[in-house]
């Protein structure tokens, strides 16, 4: 349980165009789910928090005109990255907390996805 | 806002030996603290995790342990073996957002 999937794995695109990243959590429906952007050997960077059926929060920094996010239902939020540059390459990672703690979790529990590896040429 | 740090950036043991990996935080409102193990190319897998209100909790080879005085968190491995070989995250959130924020990581070697 506790499936967490994500699409495409990787993606190579042009500069200019726009790049949609699915997540979706599989097995369970989740209230809230998070978007992270992972640099090759650092940690995980909070982008922004989406919740179902309201516009996504954005942490200081994230340009929420680039970067669009919606959360459409319970198990399905979506990236957007618009006009894409070299500089948004990048490994992008969603993570889901479940609506009520699963077996073995609790309600803090965040569920992750095998992550996107964007490249723009 | 939060701030997690966490040490070593890198950690070589032998096999069966034991792993300790330590974060510290520094808002005294965070209350939930996750472990995750990421394999190249992979997203994070949570491990074990542990709230505030609970001093140390242990899974098999794997505890961790909390000092909410201190404000610091550890993860104890015990008889390690290659396949633990990874890169190992401590996170810190609390319950008004639910957002983690993640320590820099530590890179896990275990040699055969």
């Known amino acids: 349980g506790a499936v967490v999937s994500q699409h495409p794995s990787w993606v190579i695109c042009k500069s200019g165009t726009s790049v949609k990243i699915e997540c979706r959590s599989l097995d369970f429906q989740a209230t809230t789910m998070f978007w992270y952007r992972q640099f090759p050997k650092q940690s995980l960077m909070l982008m922004a928090t989406?919740?179902?059926?309201?516009?996504?929060?954005?942490e200081q920094g994230v340009e929420k005109d680039k970067f669009l996010i919606n959360h459409a239902s319970l198990t399905l939020s979506t990236l957007t990255v618009t006009s894409a540059h070299p500089e948004d390459s990048s490994f992008y990672i969603c993570?889901?907390?479940?609506?009520?703690?699963?077996?073995?979790?609790?309600?803090?529990?965040?569920?992750f996805g095998p992550g996107t590896r964007l490249l723009v040429l | 806002g939060e701030n997690v740090e966490q040490h070593p950036s890198t950690l070589s043991v032998q096999e069966g030996d034991s792993a300790v990996i330590k974060c510290t935080y520094s808002?005294?409102?965070?209350?939930?603290f996750p472990w995750y193990k990421q394999e190249l190319g992979k997203g994070p897998q949570l491990i074990i995790d542990i709230r505030s209100n609970v001093g140390e909790k242990k899974d098999q080879r794997i505890a961790v342990t909390l000092n909410k005085t201190a404000k610091h968190f550890s993860l104890h491995i015990t008889e390690t073996q290659p396949e633990d070989s990874a890169v190992y995250f401590c996170?810190?959130?609390?319950?008004?957002?639910?957002?983690?924020?993640f320590g820099s990581g530590t890179r896990l070697l275990v040699r055969p």
């Open positions: 808002d005294s409102a965070s209350n939930y």
């Open positions: 996170a810190a959130s609390m319950d008004s957002s639910y957002k983690l924020i």
């Open positions: 989406s919740n179902e059926g309201s516009k996504a929060t954005y």
């Open positions: 993570s889901a907390r479940p609506y009520g703690p699963l077996a073995g979790g609790s309600q803090e529990t965040q569920y």
